[in-house]
């Protein structure tokens, strides 16, 4: 069975860190682009960062540079969003999703979200 399966959402206060991970089954993560996506109430899902598949490539949202980093451990087929300095505004229901290319306009996999709230 495909799956996406993130994990590391939860709370945290404003300046505070988290790391998002992205854990496939039932296929290789690395043949496929990875992105992160994130949704707050209210507002349209939003792409905030994506790597290229087979490569370090990155791309992020000019919301996420400098504060967030995207990488890959292949040996354990998973992607992770290392997010710092993190701001109300960051919070949001985070989903990652595989796809062909970044940006990922076309959509293979999405996982079911994980929580981010940054709340003193």
């Known amino acids: 069975q495909v799956q996406l399966v993130e994990s590391g959402g939860g709370l945290v206060q404003p300046g505070g860190s988290l790391r998002l991970s992205c854990a496939g089954s039932?296929?290789?993560?690395?043949?496929?682009?990875i992105a992160w996506f994130r949704q707050a109430p209210g507002e349209e899902r939003k792409e905030v960062s994506c790597?290229?598949?087979?490569?370090?490539?990155?791309g992020y949202a000019d919301s996420a540079k400098g504060r967030f980093t995207i990488s890959r451990d292949n040996a354990k087929n998973t992607v992770y969003l290392q997010m710092n300095s993190l701001k109300p505004g960051d919070t949001a229901l985070y989903y990652c999703?595989?796809?062909?290319?970044?940006?990922?306009?076309?959509?293979?996999?999405w996982g079911q979200g994980t929580q981010v709230t940054v709340s003193s």
């Open positions: 999703a595989a796809g062909p290319s970044c940006p990922l306009f076309l959509i293979d996999y």
């Open positions: 039932g296929f290789t993560l690395d043949n496929y682009a």
């Open positions: 790597i290229s598949r087979r490569t370090e490539s990155t």
